[in-house]
């Protein structure tokens, strides 16, 4: 069983930055995937970066240049730094922990989640 916990969502201005950072409490991320999601109401839940332990990443093609993940020094933090935001961006954004072997793009390839974190955009 993997816990995870985000934090560093917000409120922050168009442009501005934000760094994410996604915990996993009692295990480390050596045998996962770690993924990045987001999701606003009505709409369903969207890839937005994925990170092996090797550092091999994954983005969403039209977030590649604006946003960033990475793996701690630590072996249970991945981060996600992201940078020109844009009201669009607003959502809650989640951080997920799957099999490294399942399909990185979709929701369903993730076993593990986090609450989220809400973050917020103003134009």
């Known amino acids: 069983q993997v816990q995870l916990v985000e934090s560093g969502g917000g409120l922050v201005q168009g442009g501005g930055s934000l760094r994410l950072s996604c915990a996993a409490s009692g295990r480390t991320f050596d045998d996962y995937r770690i993924g990045w999601f987001r999701q606003v109401p009505g709409k369903e839940r969207e890839f937005v970066a994925a990170i092996k332990r090797s550092g091999t990443t994954y983005y969403l093609g039209s977030l590649r240049g604006r946003f960033t993940i990475s793996n701690g020094n630590a072996k249970n933090m991945v981060f996600l730094q992201m940078d020109s935001l844009k009201p669009e961006d607003t959502a809650v954004y989640y951080c997920?922990?799957?099999?490294?072997?399942?399909?990185?793009?979709?929701?369903?390839?993730?076993?593990?989640w986090g609450q989220g974190t809400q973050v917020t955009v103003s134009s």
């Open positions: 997920a922990a799957g099999s490294p072997y399942n399909n990185y793009y979709y929701p369903s390839g993730y076993d593990y």
